[in-house]
């Protein structure tokens, strides 16, 4: 769904990551007078809406944020056709879905043709040249897309051959470096030029070792889940897999977990002294048993300083479906953490269940 609509045509459709190839290609085509509006894709592993005013503003180029979470959770959850890289990255499946929504919104926006920062030979997954080719295939861009940084090492596109776009400035990059975008960057004034890390959460092993339990355990994990997952201090129980409690690690946490609560959540939170929120996620109707909710409750009070500096027994209110109680519990963070686990990432154990679509059931009711 757009998150803004500003009803202008434009000439193309740019898929906008943020990245500096991203940029270089846009203002690549809009150096040939044409109009091109950047798609910026969000969902719980990448997008920065938040960074779309800025980014408009420095590189004076029109932006417009879609949130995809759901759908693009549902394309993880039923097995990206062309698997996953070293993490739990869907990259080739990734660009044909990108490619595909944009695709959807050319006649929105009387846009002709798409652009993609795609470099040949840059990524080992989704830029060698048979993968560029797959993916225009699957996405079904063969006529629309068009890689302005490679256009050289690339069969002419329709938009050059009507000629829409010349070919002769668009670019011939290749490979991993980044000596000739660096050029680029100069030569088209960017003030701003990004770092090469990723930004995709898919990517980096930190992040995938706390979603990786969300395709163990739940039946169905929604955005939602992800977004969760994304959160604070992630622990889980050793004894039941339907035991998985988030710990804000400062207040920005604690508001974000408060946004993210649903109604069947438990939240803990200690009565007299500063320390975390904690949420306890209930998932695939598994009610939490009266030993798991004092655990929690004891994990969230360990996590307060000031309260196992008392040496005191706390007292933790749990709030659950809208009714609250009070759960008195003794902060001893080595007793009491030993129920609990911080999820790991293990690359066998990874491929096994990212593997095994058996294991990611219909959500019971
Ligand atoms: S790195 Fe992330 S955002 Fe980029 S193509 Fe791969 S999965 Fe998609």
């Not at 739990?88 to 990108?98: A, E, R, S, T």
């Not at 329709?158 to 776009?165: D, F, H, I, K, N």
């Not at 889940?225 to 946490?253: C, E, Y």
């Not at 902060?331 to 990874?350: F, I, M, V």
Request: proline share 5%; glycine share 8%.
């Amino acid at each position: 769904m757009p998150l803004n609509n500003n009803n202008k045509k434009y000439d193309a459709l740019a898929l906008f990551s943020g990245g500096l190839d991203s940029i270089l290609s846009m203002k690549m085509v809009e150096r040939q007078n044409l109009r091109v509006l950047g798609l910026h894709f969000i969902a719980p592993f990448f997008g920065k809406l938040h960074k779309i005013a800025h980014w408009e503003k420095i590189y004076e180029i029109e932006l417009l944020g879609l949130d995809v979470s759901d759908e693009y959770v549902e394309m993880l959850l039923n097995g990206p056709k062309f698997g996953f890289g070293k993490f739990i990255n869907p990259c080739l499946d990734c660009k044909i879905f990108m490619l595909k929504k944009a695709r959807t919104l050319l006649e929105t926006y009387g846009a002709k043709f798409i652009i993609s920062g795609e470099v040949l030979g840059q990524r080992p997954m989704s830029q060698r040249r048979d993968s560029l080719d797959i993916i225009i295939r699957e996405a079904d861009v063969r006529n629309e897309l068009l890689r302005p940084l490679s256009a050289g090492h690339l069969r002419p596109t329709r938009a050059e051959e009507e000629g829409l776009v010349d070919r002769e400035r668009l670019g011939r990059v290749s490979g991993r470096g980044r000596r000739e975008q660096m050029i680029l960057a100069e030569k088209f004034n960017i003030r701003e030029v990004p770092t090469p890390a990723g930004g995709c959460l898919l990517t980096e092993q930190e992040s995938c070792r706390r979603y990786l339990p969300l395709f163990m355990h739940m039946c169905r994990p929604s955005a939602r889940d992800f977004h969760l997952a994304n959160l604070g201090r992630q622990v889980w129980s050793k004894t039941d897999p339907a035991g998985w409690m988030i710990l804000g690690r400062n207040k920005q946490d604690n508001e974000q977990l408060q946004k993210l609560a649903e109604d069947k959540d438990y939240l803990f939170e200690i009565r007299h002294y500063p320390g975390p929120l904690g949420l306890g996620r209930c998932f695939c109707g598994r009610a939490w048993s009266e030993e798991m909710l004092a655990g929690a409750a004891a994990i969230t009070a360990c996590y307060s300083p000031k309260a196992r500096k008392s040496r005191r027994s706390v007292e933790v209110v749990l709030t659950h479906k809208s009714t609250q109680r009070i759960i008195t519990v003794r902060p001893d963070l080595k007793k009491q953490c030993s129920g609990w686990t911080e999820p790991e990432w293990n690359r066998e154990q990874a491929r096994e269940i990212l593997e095994n679509k058996t294991q990611l059931m219909p959500e019971a009711t």
